[in-house]
Protein backbone atom coordinates (compact mmCIF):
# COMPACT_ATOMS: atom_id res chain seq x y z
CA UNK A 1 0.00 0.00 0.00
CA UNK A 2 1.39 3.50 -0.78
CA UNK A 3 -0.20 6.56 0.05
CA UNK A 4 1.49 10.11 -0.44
CA UNK A 5 4.70 9.97 1.40
CA UNK A 6 3.87 6.80 3.66
CA UNK A 7 4.56 2.83 2.32
CA UNK A 8 3.32 -0.26 4.64
CA UNK A 9 3.45 -3.79 3.86
CA UNK A 10 1.49 -6.51 5.59
CA UNK A 11 2.15 -10.62 5.11
CA UNK A 12 -0.36 -13.27 6.90
CA UNK A 13 0.75 -16.65 6.64
CA UNK A 14 -1.06 -19.77 8.36
CA UNK A 15 -2.40 -23.03 7.98
CA UNK A 16 -5.61 -24.80 9.35
CA UNK A 17 -7.05 -27.98 9.90
CA UNK A 18 -3.92 -29.50 11.49
CA UNK A 19 -2.63 -31.42 14.21
CA UNK A 20 0.82 -32.17 15.32
CA UNK A 21 1.47 -34.90 17.93
CA UNK A 22 3.80 -33.20 20.80
CA UNK A 23 6.61 -35.69 21.10
CA UNK A 24 9.52 -34.31 22.33
CA UNK A 25 11.69 -34.09 25.66
CA UNK A 26 10.78 -30.75 25.77
CA UNK A 27 7.30 -31.19 25.93
CA UNK A 28 6.89 -34.62 27.45
CA UNK A 29 10.08 -33.99 29.87
CA UNK A 30 10.85 -30.59 30.10
CA UNK A 31 13.71 -31.16 33.06
CA UNK A 32 15.00 -33.86 30.67
CA UNK A 33 18.29 -34.75 32.32
CA UNK A 34 18.33 -31.78 35.09
CA UNK A 35 18.14 -29.17 32.36
CA UNK A 36 15.03 -27.70 30.56
CA UNK A 37 12.60 -25.06 31.57
CA UNK A 38 9.17 -25.82 33.01
CA UNK A 39 6.37 -23.48 31.19
CA UNK A 40 2.88 -21.98 32.37
CA UNK A 41 1.77 -25.42 30.64
CA UNK A 42 3.03 -27.29 33.44
CA UNK A 43 2.06 -25.56 36.17
CA UNK A 44 -1.65 -27.69 36.05
CA UNK A 45 0.59 -30.83 36.68
CA UNK A 46 -0.37 -33.96 39.07
CA UNK A 47 0.72 -33.80 41.97
CA UNK A 48 0.17 -35.69 45.21
CA UNK A 49 -3.25 -34.67 46.78
CA UNK A 50 -4.27 -32.30 43.69
CA UNK A 51 -6.95 -34.45 42.64
CA UNK A 52 -7.87 -35.90 39.15
CA UNK A 53 -8.75 -32.38 37.63
CA UNK A 54 -4.85 -31.80 36.56
CA UNK A 55 -4.39 -30.71 32.95
CA UNK A 56 -1.08 -32.07 32.85
CA UNK A 57 0.67 -35.18 33.54
CA UNK A 58 3.02 -35.44 36.65
CA UNK A 59 6.57 -33.77 36.07
CA UNK A 60 9.53 -35.66 37.46
CA UNK A 61 13.83 -35.70 36.89
CA UNK A 62 13.84 -39.26 36.24
CA UNK A 63 10.64 -41.00 35.00
CA UNK A 64 9.42 -42.16 31.39
CA UNK A 65 6.07 -41.58 32.16
CA UNK A 66 4.86 -39.26 29.87
CA UNK A 67 6.97 -40.93 26.85
CA UNK A 68 3.68 -43.00 26.50
CA UNK A 69 2.47 -42.86 23.35
CA UNK A 70 -1.44 -41.11 23.80
CA UNK A 71 -4.11 -38.87 22.06
CA UNK A 72 -3.35 -36.03 24.79
CA UNK A 73 -0.31 -35.24 22.84
CA UNK A 74 -2.01 -34.62 19.69
CA UNK A 75 -3.04 -30.76 19.56
CA UNK A 76 -4.10 -28.75 16.79
CA UNK A 77 -1.61 -26.68 15.53
CA UNK A 78 -3.39 -24.63 13.13
CA UNK A 79 -2.06 -20.97 13.35
CA UNK A 80 -2.29 -17.63 11.80
CA UNK A 81 0.55 -15.64 12.08
CA UNK A 82 1.56 -11.97 11.49
CA UNK A 83 4.75 -12.71 9.64
CA UNK A 84 6.04 -9.07 8.54
CA UNK A 85 4.98 -5.91 8.80
CA UNK A 86 6.57 -2.66 7.21
CA UNK A 87 5.79 0.74 7.63
CA UNK A 88 7.64 3.37 5.76
CA UNK A 89 8.18 7.47 5.08
CA UNK A 90 9.63 8.68 1.79
CA UNK A 91 11.09 12.10 2.51
CA UNK A 92 10.02 14.36 -0.21
CA UNK A 93 12.96 15.30 -2.67
CA UNK A 94 12.79 19.25 -2.12
CA UNK A 95 13.84 18.63 1.33
CA UNK A 96 16.68 16.44 0.09
CA UNK A 97 18.05 18.51 -2.64
CA UNK A 98 20.35 20.50 -0.40
CA UNK A 99 21.95 18.19 0.86
CA UNK A 100 22.89 15.99 -2.23
CA UNK A 101 20.57 13.48 -1.58
CA UNK A 102 17.78 11.84 -4.37
CA UNK A 103 16.07 9.55 -2.13
CA UNK A 104 15.76 8.99 1.56
CA UNK A 105 13.19 6.32 3.35
CA UNK A 106 12.52 5.55 7.17
CA UNK A 107 11.38 2.59 7.96
CA UNK A 108 10.47 0.54 10.93
CA UNK A 109 9.77 -3.38 10.07
CA UNK A 110 9.06 -6.67 12.29
CA UNK A 111 8.81 -10.40 11.92
CA UNK A 112 6.96 -12.64 13.87
CA UNK A 113 4.98 -10.32 15.65
CA UNK A 114 1.61 -12.16 16.53
CA UNK A 115 0.65 -15.91 16.25
CA UNK A 116 -2.92 -17.20 17.11
CA UNK A 117 -2.48 -20.44 17.74
CA UNK A 118 -3.71 -22.88 20.22
CA UNK A 119 -0.23 -24.03 20.38
CA UNK A 120 1.64 -21.84 22.66
CA UNK A 121 4.72 -23.07 24.08
CA UNK A 122 6.29 -23.17 21.27
CA UNK A 123 6.32 -22.50 17.47
CA UNK A 124 3.91 -24.34 15.63
CA UNK A 125 5.74 -24.12 12.34
CA UNK A 126 8.38 -25.88 14.24
CA UNK A 127 9.50 -29.37 14.99
CA UNK A 128 11.97 -28.20 17.40
CA UNK A 129 10.05 -27.38 21.18
CA UNK A 130 13.08 -25.97 22.71
CA UNK A 131 13.12 -22.36 21.74
CA UNK A 132 9.88 -19.76 21.27
CA UNK A 133 8.97 -17.96 18.37
CA UNK A 134 12.09 -15.41 17.52
CA UNK A 135 10.52 -12.06 16.60
CA UNK A 136 12.66 -9.25 15.34
CA UNK A 137 11.77 -5.56 14.80
CA UNK A 138 14.25 -3.53 13.14
CA UNK A 139 14.24 0.45 12.07
CA UNK A 140 16.19 1.25 9.09
CA UNK A 141 16.72 4.45 6.79
CA UNK A 142 17.64 4.19 3.00
CA UNK A 143 19.46 6.86 1.52
CA UNK A 144 20.37 7.50 -2.18
CA UNK A 145 22.89 10.29 -3.39
Same mark, same amino acid.
Given at each position: FNWKH???? #????GLGNFDTYQST?? #?H %??????RGNATYEHLDRW???????? =??PRLSFNTTN??????FW????S??????????????????? =?AGISKARLFVNGSNL?? %? =?? #???FDPESSDTRYPITRAVSVGLNINF
Open positions: LDFT #IFFQAG #I %WPMYNGQPGSGQDA =SYNYATSSVKDAFLRLKHLELGYNFAPTLLQ =SLT %W =SA #ITA
